[in-house]
């Protein structure tokens, strides 16, 4: 569902698991139908629709991927769950928690799979730092710092003008990371400015609404503090994308967390900065698809943990209520500690091809 400067992206970890025989590829719903010509010149042989139906009910589809603007996410979740299918949604999933919540409970009840971006505590360098901290290589973990952030779009006003636009398009990432590390948000402190109330976008002058740069204060169940940089104006950055610091020791997150490059690890009973490379350097941040199709496939659950997404839609409600009221604003869900990720590298050995995953050597 959606045509937009995503699906190249999502079509790339399509193309992927098509030569395994773990998927193929279904109608793509892209309702200007002057786009239709493009997109068949870059993808021969493509099926392209209008109508959503087309996809939800084709006989063949078991997925459904949700690339449309954010407005239109919750009514497309509910359609595609009534019509059987499993879902991926893009960020953010819904316009409120409770909303969220809703259409996971729905998926629930049609027993069907609903994932929702962003997928970074999936990648295999996210999890492996995940295990260090459960396992006690930083000590106690009392504060972190995040940033992602990148210039105004060109192509799409939402980003600037649908509310909190940029806490839930770029803060989501470095919230959901922090959140799968250090636990549960219960208290959020934030500040707004906008940096470029007018750009051109389309050709055409637009004016923006949402604020463009955020600040987040978090404080965390356990007691750990963390501090969130989000902008839809940064134009660009060289740092590690999570920075963590321990009683014991300190972990940096190299890249972006949803792209990351390896970790930097300070132990002080070693004194001595560690790196280790990335676990999987083919990993896309489109690969929420490559979980849910082995889900499917396997019977199992995704690796995604639905009450963390919720708690993420709270967190985002709470910011912008405490950038408003300039006090601090509680967070009141909770979700279950995230078993899941817990990973084990495999032992040292030869590796044929960096350019495919772990499990094609």
């Given at each position: 569902?959606?045509?937009?400067?995503?699906?190249?992206?999502?079509?790339?970890?399509?193309?992927?698991?098509?030569?395994r025989a773990l998927a193929a590829e279904g109608p793509v719903c892209a309702r200007r139908t002057e786009t239709w010509p493009a997109l068949r010149e870059r993808r021969p042989g493509l099926a392209v629709v209008t109508r959503p139906?087309?996809?939800?009910?084709?006989?063949?589809?078991?997925?459904?991927?949700?690339?449309?603007?954010?407005?239109?996410?919750?009514?497309?979740?509910?359609?595609?769950?009534?019509?059987?299918?499993?879902?991926?949604?893009?960020?953010?999933?819904?316009?409120?928690?409770?909303?969220?919540?809703?259409?996971?409970?729905?998926?629930?009840?049609?027993?069907?799979?609903?994932?929702?971006?962003?997928?970074?505590?999936?990648?295999?360098?996210?999890?492996?730092?995940?295990?260090?901290?459960?396992?006690?290589?930083?000590?106690?973990?009392?504060?972190?710092?995040?940033?992602?952030?990148?210039?105004?779009?060109?192509?799409?006003?939402?980003?600037?003008?649908?509310?909190?636009?940029?806490?839930?398009?770029?803060?989501?990432?470095?919230?959901?990371?922090?959140?799968?590390?250090?636990?549960?948000?219960?208290?959020?402190?934030a500040a707004s400015a906008m940096a470029a109330p007018r750009l051109a976008i389309g050709g055409q002058e637009v004016e923006a609404s949402d604020p463009d740069t955020w600040q987040l204060v978090l404080r965390h169940e356990g007691?750990?503090?963390?501090?969130?940089?989000?902008?839809?104006?940064?134009?660009?950055?060289?740092?590690?994308?999570?920075?963590?610091?321990?009683?014991?020791?300190?972990?940096?997150?190299?890249?972006?967390?949803?792209?990351?490059?390896?970790?930097?690890?300070?132990?002080?009973?070693?004194?001595?900065?560690?790196?280790?490379?990335?676990?999987?350097?083919?990993?896309?941040w489109t690969d929420g698809l490559r979980d849910i199709v082995a889900a499917i496939r396997d019977g199992r659950s995704p690796l995604a943990e639905p009450l963390l997404d919720v708690h993420l839609h709270e967190v985002i409600s709470?910011?912008?209520?405490?950038?408003?009221?300039?006090?601090?604003?509680?967070?009141?869900?909770?979700?279950?500690?995230?078993?899941?990720?817990?990973?084990?590298?495999?032992?040292?050995?030869?590796?044929?091809?960096?350019?495919?995953?772990?499990?094609?050597?």
């Amino acid at each position: 569902m959606g045509a937009g400067n995503v699906l190249p992206a999502y079509l790339q970890a399509l193309d992927r698991l098509v030569p395994r025989a773990l998927a193929a590829e279904g109608p793509v719903c892209a309702r200007r139908t002057e786009t239709w010509p493009a997109l068949r010149e870059r993808r021969p042989g493509l099926a392209v629709v209008t109508r959503p139906e087309e996809v939800f009910e084709a006989d063949d589809v078991d997925l459904v991927v949700i690339l449309t603007p954010p407005a239109s996410h919750p009514e497309l979740v509910r359609a595609a769950l009534t019509a059987g299918r499993h879902v991926l949604c893009e960020k953010p999933l819904a316009r409120s928690a409770a909303e969220a919540a809703e259409l996971f409970e729905q998926a629930e009840r049609a027993g069907r799979h609903l994932v929702a971006a962003p997928f970074v505590h999936l990648n295999l360098t996210f999890r492996r730092l995940w295990t260090l901290l459960r396992d006690g290589a930083l000590g106690r973990v009392h504060a972190a710092r995040s940033h992602y952030g990148h210039g105004a779009s060109t192509w799409a006003a939402w980003y600037h003008q649908e509310p909190t636009a940029t806490l839930g398009d770029a803060a989501i990432y470095n919230l959901k990371s922090l959140a799968a590390l250090l636990g549960p948000v219960v208290e959020v402190r934030a500040a707004s400015a906008m940096a470029a109330p007018r750009l051109a976008i389309g050709g055409q002058e637009v004016e923006a609404s949402d604020p463009d740069t955020w600040q987040l204060v978090l404080r965390h169940e356990g007691g750990a503090l963390s501090s969130v940089l989000a902008s839809h104006a940064t134009v660009h950055y060289r740092r590690p994308g999570i920075e963590l610091y321990g009683t014991e020791g300190t972990a940096n997150l190299l890249g972006d967390d949803w792209d990351p490059q390896g970790i930097e690890l300070w132990q002080e009973a070693s004194a001595r900065w560690e790196q280790l490379e990335p676990e999987d350097a083919t990993w896309l941040w489109t690969d929420g698809l490559r979980d849910i199709v082995a889900a499917i496939r396997d019977g199992r659950s995704p690796l995604a943990e639905p009450l963390l997404d919720v708690h993420l839609h709270e967190v985002i409600s709470a910011a912008a209520q405490a950038a408003a009221s300039g006090t601090a604003v509680a967070v009141e869900s909770r979700f279950p500690e995230l078993g899941a990720l817990r990973y084990e590298p495999p032992p040292p050995g030869h590796v044929h091809d960096r350019t495919r995953p772990p499990d094609e050597q």
